[in-house]
């Protein structure tokens, strides 16, 4: 018999797995861009835990603007949300970084690996 608590450690080991898995996908389809860039342009862990706890306590369904999006680490974890129907992902500064594309196409060519999180995404600069 699992306790909430251990359901919620679960859920937290999930998680974090799902966030790596996505910045996985990224260094797979782009090798030359460093892996401390796009951390030091991810969602902490820690703020992304912080953010499923308040969405999974919050009653309704809900559409969520980002503004900021970068490489789309904190778009796909909006996206993995249950309660999160669509995520509109806007990025005014998407520049060139060092893969020579800019950082809302490696977004996009990421988050099209994962089906479920995508069909919810529109990303826009």
């Given at each position: 018999?699992?306790?909430?608590?251990?359901?919620?450690?679960?859920?937290?080991?999930?998680?974090?797995?799902?966030?790596?898995?996505?910045?996985?996908?990224?260094?797979?389809?782009?090798?030359?861009?460093?892996?401390?860039?796009l951390d030091a342009?991810?969602?902490?862990d820690a703020d992304?835990?912080?953010?499923?706890?308040?969405?999974?306590?919050?009653?309704?369904?809900?559409?969520?603007?980002?503004?900021?999006?970068?490489f789309g680490v904190?778009?796909?974890?909006?996206?993995?949300?249950?309660?999160?129907?669509?995520?509109?992902?806007?990025?005014?500064?998407?520049?060139?970084?060092?893969?020579?594309?800019?950082?809302?196409?490696?977004?996009?060519?990421?988050?099209?690996?994962?089906?479920?999180?995508?069909?919810?995404?529109?990303?826009?600069?």
């Open positions: 018999m699992s306790t909430p608590s251990s359901a919620w450690s679960a859920h937290i080991v999930e998680h974090t797995r799902r966030l790596e898995e996505y910045k996985e996908t990224i260094s797979r389809l782009f090798p030359a861009l460093p892996r401390d860039l342009r991810a969602i902490r992304a835990l912080i953010l499923a706890l308040f969405l999974r306590s919050y009653p309704h369904r809900l559409h969520v603007l980002e503004v900021g999006t970068h904190a778009t796909f974890h909006f996206a993995g949300q249950p309660s999160v129907v669509r995520v509109d992902g806007v990025d005014p500064l998407a520049t060139e970084d060092a893969v020579e594309v800019s950082s809302i196409d490696v977004a996009r060519a990421a988050l099209a690996e994962f089906a479920d999180e995508s069909v919810k995404i529109q990303l826009q600069t």
